[in-house]
């Protein structure tokens, strides 16, 4: 082998990629990147399962409630028309996405994607109720009996379970979480409601139970196109093969000098870590989901054996070939320059967001009416939506043209926080006042206890011309 | 080329239909639905009042039918058509 860096198509014929799939059985394993892996999974899942119940201001702190079409995020409401806040926040995902992966390789697979965190628990399950790995094969070849079943039901039962609850906690940020509990405990769950929580049910246990590393392998896009953001100063897990080879098994008080081999003892106990049952010492593999499994591994083998540690390691193809790791280089420059212009434009954005919107409807019906004492009368139906978090009161003024008069029965508008208030108004003038058929007038909306709440707002005015 | 494309097993070809269809219906759910409230677009058309749960789930199913018609219909035409009909469907490399 070469210490190239080598895509897996060259190492690996095509018939083997597309052979018959061959189940995976990762051994466990013990070590920093182990521990850093199920922190990542105790932090992300606990946050998924914890956040939709939190509460603030008597209401879900993190809803995207869909039936109402508002989406709340602790004191913040959004509604339909903040799409631009969503798309930008995208937008700076995959910025940041691109950003790391540039630095430090496929860091988002091995610690924060979800079917890694949630194969990882799935993998626990299966662990604590078939055995280890050793156990799990001999399981898997045994003939069917009644143990095999009754301990592979227990397990799909625990996926299932589990599943389930990962299902409707999904659905919990999109329709109110207690009262969905409440529903499913009197058996009232709503038809669609049941039928997300089963369709992402199944998506987990399918995803996270059978499918594992093929969904990163057949169906990631990410992982198809993260060659095309590796340079050769990406971190990257490697195997040292000018330090490993010739491998060869030995005893450890063994001379390896003498017998002529490098330190890779060939336990293949790397292999038998890898989640996507891959061989790191072939090289960096589009399959290697950058887990760092096999480093812990070889460094216990190392250690055991008295030799230095990080035969297997991270590294970058730089390093590798004897040369100089760049961290700042001209790509790094450039999304780091996007992400902090795009990220500031959002936060600018968002803290002079006015919480306040005036839909100004005019009356379909008629034109224009005239009244008993020879105004000209128009009518419109204003829609105020109080995107705050507080409730407030309104004032509505009018002006654009000489004479107008506002005509609101209602006089000042209280609208709760995060609710469309609806106010028919009446808009009249002397006719003597007209100029033209139509005209531009501004509707002017302000909060009384919070006077830079405050808009104008445009509507049209239609009327006779007086000659 | 056409050959390897013919050979990958039978469920990386149902995942190169579904897969790609599902992630752009989801998206273009997102934006169609941002932009029209499924409750006003039934009433509009008639369809009288809806669940909006309902609305969104239909919305993403259309969009997901249409999207895997798509991909469908692009590996369909992706086999080479200048062979004759007896050996697309059995040839094998390992027959050859
Ligand atoms: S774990 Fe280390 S020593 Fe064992 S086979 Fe893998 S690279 Fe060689
Ligand atoms: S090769 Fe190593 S880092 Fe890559 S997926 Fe396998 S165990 Fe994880």
Known sequence: ?467 | MSETRQDIPTIQKFIAVLWPSFLTSGVATILFFTAFDPQELAMVGGYGIISRMAGYTIGFFIFWLLTATTCALTCYFQRPCNQPPSTTHHHHPKDA
């Not at chain 1, 018939?15 to 990147?33: D, N, S």
């Not at chain 1, 002529?260 to 292999?271: E, F, I, P, W, Y």
């Open chain 1, 1 to 467: 082998m070469s210490s190239k860096v080598t895509p897996a198509s060259e190492t690996t014929n095509p018939e083997e990629i597309y052979a018959k799939h061959q189940k995976v059985y990762p051994r466990q394993v013990t070590g920093i990147f182990a521990n850093l892996r199920v922190l990542g999974v105790l932090v992300l899942l606990g946050l998924y399962y914890i956040v939709p119940w939190l509460r603030w201001d008597g209401h879900q702190a993190v809803l995207f409630d869909l039936p109402a079409r508002k989406f709340y995020i602790f004191s913040l409401t959004f509604w339909p028309q903040d799409f631009i806040y969503l798309a930008l926040l995208l937008i700076i995902a995959a910025l940041a996405l691109f950003f790391f992966t540039a630095l430090a390789g496929r860091l988002w697979c091995g610690y924060a994607c979800p079917q890694t965190v949630w194969t990882e628990v799935f993998l626990w399950f299966e662990r604590q109720i078939e055995g280890d790995r050793n156990k799990q094969i001999k399981l898997d070849k045994a003939p069917f009996s009644a143990r095999k079943f009754r301990i592979k039901a227990t397990k799909h039962l625990v996926w299932l379970v589990f599943s389930a609850w990962t299902g409707l906690t999904f659905v919990g940020y999109f329709t109110p979480i207690a009262s969905l509990w409440t529903a499913l405990l009197n058996l009232s769950l709503g038809p669609w409601e049941t039928f997300w929580i089963i369709f992402y049910g199944f998506a987990t246990y399918g995803n996270a139970g059978w499918m594992r590393e093929q969904v990163c392998i057949y169906m990631c896009p990410y992982a198809r196109f993260q060659s095309a953001m590796f340079d050769k100063d990406t971190l990257i897990i490697s195997y040292d093969d000018k330090r490993g080879e010739p491998r060869g098994s030995r005893k450890k008080s063994a001379d390896s000098k003498a017998l002529g081999l490098g330190d890779c003892v060939d336990c293949t106990l790397c292999v038998q870590v890898c989640p996507t049952g891959i061989d790191i010492r072939n090289g960096l593999q589009y399959q290697c989901i950058g887990c760092a499994a096999c480093i812990d591994v070889c460094d216990d083998v190392m250690d055991k054996m008295g030799y230095p540690k990080g035969l297997v390691r991270y590294t970058t193809q730089h390093a590798m070939d004897g040369k100089q790791t760049h961290v700042i280089r001209p790509r790094m420059i450039v999304y780091a320059v996007l992400l902090v212009f795009i990220t500031s434009a959002l936060f600018y954005s968002m803290i002079t967001r006015m919480p306040l919107r005036l839909d100004i409807i005019r009356d379909r019906n008629a034109l224009y009416r005239e009244t008993t004492e020879g105004m000209v009368e128009n009518i419109y139906t204003l829609k105020i939506i109080n995107m705050d978090g507080k409730p407030h009161t309104y004032h509505l003024e009018v002006d654009g043209l000489e004479g107008l008069k506002l005509i609101n029965q209602r006089g000042d508008i209280e609208v709760p926080s995060g609710e469309v208030i609806t106010v028919p108004v009446r808009v009249q003038i002397d006719p003597i006042n007209l100029k033209h058929t139509g005209a531009d007038i501004n509707f002017h909306l302000q909060a009384v206890d919070k006077p830079e709440l405050s808009l104008i707002e445009k509507g049209r005015f239609i009327g006779p011309v007086m000659q």
